[in-house]
């Protein structure tokens, strides 16, 4: 790939095409699992310093003051010595080099700590020094600052590469990546506003809350205005959340810890609260249940979930981080909306308080570590009137591209999944709205299925129009084995 002069950008296409290069670069020297490790910091890197120079020349250019153009008016500093080009020029000890670089900017901008410098490039038997030096001269072909490349696009393709190593590695995927079409039909339902508070209280890799950013960029809103937070258990993802979202260019909170075990957003000893909370928790956890029941926040009010899943546990700490007007919505294994025990008790209060608006159905394999069908649940503190003591079943289970492993939504399909939900009526074999009484007689099961009239009617069978041509087939096989007896006969063949 030629390198781009001027303000000429970079197509999506292309980026994504030079990314996908990198990876080829460690196939077979480094397990697929491994690759964002590298490659994503790595990217990470060339975006800071190639920003920082266009931004160091433009203020040379209007201060005329190398110490103002190096020091001033930069969102991240880079140390003298540690842009991209200052590492290109050791083919020795490069993974060393590469470490006490980033360590250097980390220090320099303490909200990189932790992101920028958590992988060890040093690390010989994981990745060879050739595949690096390799890997530093393919990113080293183009530029990625503000004119090559804008933060949309380039994080948009940040995403696509998440996506890419969840394939080569599904049971990895689960921890930090959601489809964007599943998380682009939650916010479509959700539909976050200017001065909305949002919180992911298990944000992977950040996807659900830059899609609410995105949400009211294409609604014409200011998502400046928007504010957004977030908390992951897993260091390295956390990690890849904090590059995501700066690489769009967004501002959010976001703390590393367990959610459950260490929320991180408290007011005095209480639970932050918050306009919209949605996540994507990971499915039947098991061994919370003795945290849920040394709670110090009060969270677990209808009940303690089974050790053997957190489902309702998550549903609960959510209901407990909104507002008394707040909305939420969630990811779960379909089993969440009909188990009994512990599940069901729980089940069965959240839906007598009134606060469950809508279920949806999503279809099977859209998921990268399970080929389980999910289903979204969204909650509601404060119903409209007209949905007071209802609920909305649809059933979103036949609408889905197939590809070659997996199933994919379509754009129609979130559409149609976020205007039934605005419509809140009727829809002949997709949709049904249920009233508490018919869901108390259904001992609080919540499968979309039972509601839902989804199913096609069997065709008639016109038995006599059967008859009619098994009798028609009978008399056209005997004028068959007449012809063929003849033949027989004329060669010479007798019965």
């Excluded at 090559?148 to 689960?174: C, H, Q, S």
């Excluded at 700490?317 to 599940?343: N, T």
């Amino acid at each position: 790939m030629q390198e781009k002069l001027g303000t000429e950008e970079f197509t999506p296409q292309e980026i994504e095409q030079l990314l996908w290069k990198a990876a080829d670069i460690l196939r077979g020297a480094v397990r697929p699992e491994g690759y964002g490790n590298y490659i994503l910091p790595l990217l990470f890197f060339k975006r800071l310093s190639d920003v920082y120079l266009e931004e160091y020349q433009a203020l040379l250019k209007k201060f005329g003051s190398e110490e103002i153009a190096a020091k001033k008016f930069h969102r991240f500093l880079i140390p003298e010595g540690c842009l991209w080009d200052d590492i290109r020029r050791f083919s020795q000890n490069l993974g060393q080099k590469l470490n006490d670089t980033l360590a250097q900017i980390a220090k320099s901008n303490p909200l990189l700590d932790g992101v920028i410098n958590r992988a060890d490039f040093n690390k010989q038997d994981e990745i060879p020094q050739d595949r690096l030096i390799r890997l530093v001269e393919h990113f080293s072909q183009v530029k990625l600052g503000n004119a090559d490349a804008t933060p949309d696009i380039l994080g948009n393709v940040y995403e696509y590469l998440l996506k890419k190593f969840n394939e080569v590695a599904p049971k990895r995927a689960g921890e930090f990546y959601t489809p964007r079409e599943v998380v682009r039909a939650m916010v479509g339902v959700l539909a976050p506003d200017e001065g909305c508070e949002i919180y992911d209280p298990c944000c992977g890799s950040g996807g659900m809350l830059i899609e609410s950013h995105y949400h009211l960029l294409k609604n014409r809103k200011d998502p400046k205005k928007l504010f957004l937070h977030g908390q992951e258990i897993n260091g390295d993802t956390w990690a890849i959340a904090m590059m995501n979202v700066m690489l769009h260019d967004m501002e959010a909170e976001l703390h590393q810890g367990d959610s459950f075990a260490d929320p991180k957003f408290i007011v005095g000893s209480a639970l932050k609260k918050f306009d919209i909370v949605i996540a994507n928790p990971m499915w039947n956890q098991d061994g919370y249940k003795s945290l849920m029941e040394s709670d110090q926040f009060g969270r677990f009010v209808y009940g303690i979930a089974s050790n053997s899943s957190a489902d309702w546990g998550w549903i609960q700490h959510m209901l407990s981080s909104l507002k008394p007007r707040g909305r939420m919505g969630i990811v779960l294994d379909q089993g969440a909306l009909f188990r009994g025990d512990a599940e069901g008790k729980i089940r069965k209060q959240i839906v007598e308080n009134d606060l469950v608006e809508c279920v949806v159905a999503l279809p099977e394999k859209l998921f990268y570590n399970t080929g389980a069908p999910g289903c979204l649940i969204f909650l509601n503190k404060n119903k409209p009137s007209e949905r007071r003591e209802k609920i909305i079943f649809i059933y979103a289970a036949k609408g889905f591209e197939k590809l070659k492993n997996m199933n994919r939504l379509q754009d129609e399909n979130v559409e149609r999944i976020v205007k039934t939900y605005q419509g809140f009526t009727d829809v002949e074999k997709y949709a049904k709205i249920v009233n508490l009484d018919t869901i108390r007689d259904n001992d609080y099961n919540l499968s979309v299925t039972r509601y839902a009239d989804v199913f096609d009617e069997e065709e008639l069978v016109d038995v006599s129009r059967v008859w009619r041509e098994l009798n028609t087939l009978g008399q056209e096989r005997q004028l068959i084995d007449e012809r063929l007896e003849e033949f027989l006969k004329e060669l010479g063949y007798e019965r």
